[in-house]
């Protein structure tokens, strides 16, 4: 076949005669004289990831049109005119309403009328030949009208199915977007901080190592800012910018030498002046800050020896500094050494809750050892964020500001609510035509006036059911403002993944062969009686919360659970391929896995389960990453035609039954 194929740096085309997917790699690498990385087709530029998928364009398209992108080469779409041409249709199908046939029949009856049918002057014979016209234009007509109907309602659903495809297209493209990582080390830099510099050496390398294994795009970009005293003059901050390049890094640091400082404080500000500097580019921004002093300005240390208590010599302002951080959307750690900076955190995180930002995450580094476990950590966690992120936007870019407060259950306050819960006679021998059935009745709650806590969708709120906390209680709100989020219908709409997921864990559970059980926790949901506003509700956890997987092919290694691998694969076998549940997090213990928030992936019904449902895309990117387990095999589960490998590997210690 011949394929007409576009590269990305000059728009250059050449039509290539290939048969499948490996040999247009092949014969493009001949014609333009570079490795192709990927092809993207030219109409919504969505990635042809197989010869499958290549052959079945190959036949829908003549000719096929491709874009190939040179390996080391980014790409980011430009906004696709088929995508705008899809929304177009799709807001002028649902904005008009469907004609009715009776004007229309009306004006056809009324012209044969007109023609003298019913005259004293027709015989008998010729009245009943115009009757059957009559009847046969009306009838006509009609089929017309239902014919018009139908197809425009198979219009509106290729119009949602169009702009589906792009929107889960671009979507995974923004998920590879965020394995790209820009980090910066802020490092301390006198005397007592000679060791921690030079692990930041040793621990890019771990990095890139670690997280290639995990994440397929991952790439990095790595700075160091070296900070120091205000009296150090020219070496009161050092700066290496963004570069891929870890020789080039390594020899910056190793001149950079612990020096300097005169009192206690050091000039903190100064180093966070010149992190607002940088050229961020990367998706996933962190900042991994490292540290033994506090700043200067007695408000931020409890009796230190500062030269400066008022504050920064030359007036930089603290709300300045963070507000330039959360513009850039960069992630901030911090590495305790030891408790004299406690008081600069919580100040600093005090105006990050005032500019609605991310708060600094503080981790405890008892251990120059535990410096490399951390930084991987923090970068891990931020591609993950980044990723929520991407699928937050993609549902609605009108987000919610609401300032975050320590959670504390001493402020709860009574609501006056009114209560829905799941019926337990619910019936799921039909997952396709669910109906859920909801008991409610008006009842008092407990909960906090604002959320401790902040997700890719909902607020968290702490709360109970009893003001003696006999149990504890997550009231969840949607993070998005528009107003068809706090609605009956989105709330039904939006716990329908757990209660299904919940469903499903327990018929599992009934052929479950591993010894750790799978719980998700029971839902429900409350319309606030003063405002009108709609929170999930589900138990509390006080424990580690633990990403397990994502429903984009993710799997975190290093909380590997071959029980829970085992059960999305069944879910997909149970249901005869209608679904899986995916996007596993929670907490375990030694009994069992309780979960919470699970994405359902259904091909079939695209516009079903909410926004995370990455369709025929995720159900493949599952089952690419998938390897059979001892649960699957005692399960009798048969490999997916995506798995790379169909074979059971018993001497990997992912297969266990754990």
Same mark, same amino acid.
């Given at each position: 076949m011949i394929v007409k194929v576009f590269n990305n740096l000059n728009d250059e085309c050449k039509n290539i005669l290939a048969s499948d997917l490996p040999s247009l790699f092949s014969k493009c690498k001949e014609k333009f004289g570079y490795n192709v990385a990927k092809f993207l087709l030219i109409d919504d530029h969505s990635e042809i990831e197989d010869d499958e998928i290549f052959q079945e364009l190959a036949l829908q398209y003549k000719p096929l049109q491709v874009l190939a992108i040179k390996e080391g080469t980014d790409f980011k779409p430009p906004t696709s005119p088929a995508l705008l041409l899809a929304k177009e249709r799709l807001d002028k199908l649902l904005s008009s309403s469907l004609t009715s046939s009776g004007p229309i029949l009306d004006s056809q009856l009324k012209k044969l009328d007109s023609h003298a049918i019913g005259s004293d002057s027709l015989t008998q014979t010729e009245k009943s030949l115009a009757d059957r016209l009559k009847n046969l234009t009306q009838k006509t007509l009609v089929t017309e009208e239902l014919r018009k109907t139908k197809l425009k309602s198979l219009e509106q659903r290729v119009a949602k199915a169009e702009a589906y495809r792009y929107k889960i297209s671009h979507l995974f493209y923004e998920y590879k977007q965020a394995e790209k990582v820009d980090l910066c080390f802020l490092v301390d830099s006198t005397g007592s901080m000679s060791s921690y510099i030079a692990q930041a050496k040793s621990t890019i390398q771990q990095i890139t190592t670690k997280m290639s294994a995990k994440f397929q795009n991952f790439a990095l970009r790595f700075s160091f800012i070296g900070y120091r005293d205000i009296s150090d003059g020219l070496k009161r901050v050092e700066v290496f910018d963004f570069s891929q390049s870890e020789d080039a890094f390594r020899h910056f640091v190793d001149n950079v030498r612990a020096e300097g400082g005169a009192d206690e404080c050091e000039d903190i500000f100064g180093g966070l002046e010149e992190v607002g500097k940088l050229e961020w580019k990367n998706t996933s921004r962190i900042l991994f800050h490292i540290g033994d002093a506090p700043c200067h300005g007695s408000r931020f240390h409890s009796g230190a020896n500062d030269s400066y208590p008022g504050g920064d010599p030359r007036g930089l302002s603290i709300s300045d500094l963070l507000k330039k951080l959360v513009d850039l959307n960069i992630n901030y750690y911090f590495a305790e050494i030891n408790s004299s900076t406690v008081k600069m955190i919580e100040e600093f995180n005090l105006e990050l809750r005032k500019l609605q930002g991310n708060l600094i995450k503080v981790t405890k580094l008892t251990s120059i050892d535990l410096m490399t476990e951390t930084v991987l950590k923090s970068v891990e966690s931020t591609i993950m964020n980044s990723k929520s992120m991407s699928m937050t936007l993609a549902t609605s870019k009108s987000l919610k500001t609401i300032s975050l407060i320590d959670l504390d259950w001493?402020?709860?306050?009574?609501?006056?609510?009114?209560?829905?819960?799941?019926?337990?006679?619910?019936?799921?021998?039909?997952?396709?035509?669910?109906?859920?059935?909801? *008991?409610?009745?008006?009842?008092?709650?407990?909960?906090?006036?604002? %959320?401790?806590?902040?997700?890719?969708?909902?607020?968290?709120?702490?709360?109970?059911?009893?003001?003696?906390?006999?149990?504890?209680?997550?009231?969840?709100?949607?993070?998005?403002?528009?107003?068809?989020?706090?609605?009956?219908?989105?709330?039904?709409?939006? $716990?329908?993944?757990?209660?299904?997921?919940?469903?499903?864990?327990?018929?599992?559970?009934?052929?479950?062969? *591993?010894?750790?059980? $799978?719980?998700?926790?029971?839902?429900?949901? $409350?319309?606030?009686?003063?405002?009108?506003?709609?929170?999930?509700?589900?138990?509390?956890?006080?424990?580690?919360?633990?990403? #397990?997987?994502?429903?984009?092919?993710?799997?975190?290694?290093?909380?590997?659970?071959?029980?829970?691998?085992?059960?999305?694969?069944?879910?997909?076998? #149970? &249901?005869?391929?209608?679904?899986?549940? &995916?996007?596993?997090?929670?907490?375990?213990?030694?009994?069992?896995?309780?979960?919470?928030? %699970?994405?359902?992936?259904? %091909?079939?019904?695209?516009?079903?389960?909410?926004?995370?449902?990455?369709? $025929?895309?995720?159900?493949?990117?599952?089952?690419?990453?998938?390897?059979?387990?001892?649960?699957?095999?005692?399960?009798?589960? &048969? %490999?997916?035609?995506?798995?790379?490998?169909?074979?059971?590997?018993?001497?990997?210690?992912?297969?266990?039954?754990?």
């Open positions: 001493k402020l709860l306050v009574k609501e006056e609510v009114e209560l829905f819960q799941v019926s337990m006679d619910t019936k799921f021998d039909d997952l396709k035509n669910l109906a859920v059935s909801y *008991s409610n009745c008006t009842a008092d709650v407990f909960m906090m006036s604002e %959320p401790f806590a902040k997700g890719s969708l909902r607020f968290a709120y702490a709360g109970s059911f009893d003001q003696k906390l006999g149990k504890k209680i997550v009231f969840k709100e949607s993070i998005f403002s528009d107003e068809k989020y706090n609605t009956m219908k989105f709330m039904k709409e939006s $716990i329908e993944s757990q209660i299904v997921a919940c469903y499903l864990a327990k018929e599992f559970e009934k052929v479950n062969p *591993s010894r750790k059980k $799978i719980r998700f926790l029971d839902i429900g949901f $409350i319309k606030r009686i003063r405002d009108g506003k709609y929170f999930s509700y589900e138990e509390y956890r006080d424990s580690e919360f633990i990403k #397990f997987q994502n429903n984009a092919g993710f799997i975190n290694n290093d909380e590997y659970s071959a029980t829970l691998h085992a059960f999305v694969h069944w879910t997909y076998q #149970f &249901t005869d391929g209608y679904l899986i549940v &995916t996007d596993l997090q929670g907490v375990k213990n030694s009994e069992e896995f309780v979960l919470t928030d %699970p994405a359902i992936i259904c %091909p079939e019904d695209f516009e079903r389960f909410s926004s995370t449902n990455l369709g $025929i895309k995720g159900l493949h990117y599952f089952f690419k990453t998938h390897v059979c387990n001892k649960v699957c095999q005692n399960l009798k589960l &048969t %490999p997916h035609t995506k798995q790379a490998s169909k074979k059971i590997d018993n001497n990997s210690s992912m297969t266990q039954l754990k």
